[in-house]
């Protein structure tokens, strides 16, 4: 009888255990989806939805570094930068080694005039990953408002390495401009031409005054 009674126990306990691990996953994976849906909603540009799915998923899964650096960069598009840092930060008290947390809190002091403690923090992104386009692309307007054209023309010409985005491509043939490298220029400024660069004329318009 006290054999038939353990057993029984043993496999409620295996079955109680049983269902907690479930749950478990369960939870996992609602987190994990959820998580992919905020992150589609910011690529998409459906920032409204972002911050609202944002704010509810921090506070379901207070611990996910992740949740709170996305709600961070959508609150930086809806020029949000107080609530943008806030968020950055707290992703940063998890996870310190997020390089997009810190890219957003250098952005902030970037618009803030802060061109050295957003410098700090440029360098700290790209310590944690150096193949971050976003950061390279953003630092170079630091370096440029700093008076560092040729630090700012390495940044650039990375962020166009590795990104291949035309703006980049645009700010590039301006740096070239500036630093006298005009094979460069001229061979680049080709290319946005094929491209059908929108602002073509508004670049060439720039280069033309800084003759």
């Known amino acids: 009888m006290m054999g038939k009674i353990k057993f029984q126990y043993l496999g409620f306990l295996f079955f109680t255990l049983l269902a907690c691990e479930n749950k478990g996953l369960e939870n996992s994976l609602r987190e994990e989806n959820l998580l992919d ?3 589609n909603l910011y690529q998409q540009g459906d920032i409204n939805l972002c911050v609202k799915l944002g704010e509810f998923f921090t506070k379901e899964y207070k611990e996910n570094h992740q949740g709170y650096q996305l709600l ?6 809806n020029e949000n930068d ?11 008290d998890i996870n310190p080694l997020n390089p997009i947390s810190l890219l957003n809190i250098a952005i902030v002091f970037d618009k803030r005039g802060d061109y050295e403690s957003a410098f700090s923090y440029y360098e700290k992104s790209l ?13 170079v ?3 440029i408002l700093s008076n560092d054209l ?3 023309l390495e940044l650039s010409e990375k962020a166009v390495e590795l990104g291949d985005y035309v703006g980049d491509k645009a700010l590039l043939v301006y740096l070239y401009h500036e630093v006298k490298e005009f094979n460069k220029r001229d061979s680049l400024f080709e290319v946005l031409r094929k491209l059908d660069y929108v602002n073509l004329s508004d670049l060439e318009d720039v280069l033309i005054d800084e003759n």
């Open 37 to 39: 849906s905020l992150s």
């Open 72 to 77: 961070s960069s959508a609150y930086l598009k």
């Open 82 to 92: 107080s609530l943008a840092i806030l968020n950055a930060k707290k992703s940063l």
């Open 127 to 139: 310590l944690i990953n150096e193949n971050l386009y976003q950061t390279y692309s953003n630092y």
């Open 141 to 143: 307007g630091n370096r």
């Open 150 to 152: 040729r630090h700012a």
